[in-house]
């Protein structure tokens, strides 16, 4: 079997592992996914055992990413840090005398 390998199925292809583990990206899914080298991709797994492979965004690529998006809120994260925590402890101390009730 050579390197790589086109099996009849256009969304398929073969490649060769080495002994590190090492295999390449063929360029046409490194085009599709967006994927430049040196470069970074996430596999993943899904609950039926289908491993996917998804392009991992560079800091440069995410770069304003936050800014593009519209605050949802005026409030500082600080702030609702402390509201979340306080609610948290309000919540433990309720559940914590209706179990010594």
Do not use: W, Y
Request: aromatic share 4%.
């Amino acid at each position: 079997m050579s390197k790589s390998e086109q099996p009849d199925d256009s969304e398929k292809e073969v490649v060769a592992v080495s002994k590190h583990g090492q295999a390449t990206i063929p360029k046409r899914f490194r085009d599709k996914l967006g994927i430049d080298a040196p470069g970074k991709v996430l596999f993943r797994e899904t609950d039926d055992g289908t491993v996917i492979v998804e392009h991992v965004r560079s800091p440069s690529e995410m770069r304003g990413f936050a800014a593009r998006s519209d605050a949802t809120t005026d409030t500082p994260a600080t702030e609702i840090l402390r509201e979340k925590r306080e609610q948290d402890r309000d919540d433990r101390e309720a559940q914590f005398s209706s179990e010594n009730e």
